[in-house]
């Protein structure tokens, strides 16, 4: 289980608060924390690609993707995020590249990585920010025509060309979409959102997740707020950035 995570604002304002992130010494050690647990994670041993998915809409995971993406950077690595929700594309909102190709056309095999892939102008005081690819400008019914066993491999090559990939999917009990993405890369993170999180939901997620064989590589509790579900586990949090001048 990850650190526990208070989101500050929902997924349509998600590069602000990627932005806010590194200036919050809190959230910034949370996300750090969570990132360090996640490079240790044994199926990130020989690959680097995350899928990043939820139960339900609005548990925060477009949010965790980018910022996940800049920690990611700011530790000195390249990092690719990958708008894989192609009935929302809100990182595609948030960052730009409607009238790009993108994920979609990659996957169909009508695009190269260098037309789909670009860099995310995300100032920050400590990163120029990451490689994007938006989810391109095919709806979610063209995922029917993909070729996965020609997709998958051409996945893999484009992400053995970062340090590691963050793919942000729609919710698993939402769409089929997640499943699909799922057999692509090499790991799976679920956002949970604290307070609202149906157990018996999160059960069916994890099962279906389990069906495709890519590991779970932990769960981040999201807009977690002390004061309504209990104390942090993690009492001393950002006590040495606290210290810093």
Partial sequence: MAPALEGKATSGASLKLAQ????DPEVADAYQELFGHLRLAPPLAAGNSILVTSTAPDEGKTTVSLCLALTASCAGQTALLIDGDLRRCSLTAA???????????????QAEAGEAV?????????????????????PALALGGVDWSKARPAFKAISQEFGLVFLDSPPVLAANDALLFAGM???ILLVVRAGSANLDEIKR?????????????GAVLNRFKPKLHGPSNQPYSGYYRRLRP
């Fill in 20 to 23: 806010m992130m590194l200036e």
């Fill in 95 to 109: 960052i730009g590249g409607d009238d790009n190709a993108g994920l979609i056309e990659v996957l169909l095999g």
């Fill in 118 to 138: 670009r860099r995310a102008a995300i100032e920050t005081p400590k990163t120029d920010g990451v490689s994007f690819m938006p989810a391109g400008r095919k």
């Fill in 185 to 187: 890369v090499d790991a």
């Fill in 205 to 217: 997620t994890k099962e279906l997740l389990d069906s495709v064989g890519t590991p779970i590589i």
